[in-house]
């Protein structure tokens, strides 16, 4: 059975930062991303990693501030956020196996997390 279970969020300051972890279980997979909503929004892609050749990529938003990795042996993805904003605050979502030529593309992911809370106050 997959299971994709996230840690990490929290209440923090602007500027600080955090770290969310991802693991999985059941399987590996051909590639992982981070998703968040904030209130009143659509959910949207912030980060995606390719697993078998460990390519990244971020949206523009977050570029240079969010960086996502993986660590294979404990099949994790992580999203570091550093310099966070107010406008980060989000529920944000891991999601696994994902369509390879669209990493961004929500609806390619098979997999959910349940979603973690982050807070970020000005």
């Known amino acids: 059975q997959v299971q994709l279970v996230e840690s990490g969020g929290g209440l923090v300051q602007a500027g600080g930062s955090l770290r969310l972890s991802c693991a999985a279980s059941?399987?590996?997979?051909?590639?992982m991303g981070w998703f968040r909503q904030a209130p009143g929004k659509e959910r949207e892609a912030v980060a995606a990693?390719?697993?078998?050749?460990?390519?990244?990529f971020t949206v523009d938003t977050v570029k240079g501030r969010f960086t996502i990795s993986r660590d294979n042996a404990k099949n994790t993805v992580y999203l570091q956020m550093n310099s966070l904003k107010p406008e980060d605050t989000a529920v944000y979502y891991c999601a696994a196996d994902g369509r390879l030529v669209a990493l961004f593309a929500e609806q390619g992911y098979k997999y959910w997390g349940q979603g973690t809370q982050v807070t970020v106050s000005s």
């Open positions: 990693i390719n697993w078998s050749t460990g390519s990244t």
């Open positions: 059941g399987r590996t997979f051909s590639s």
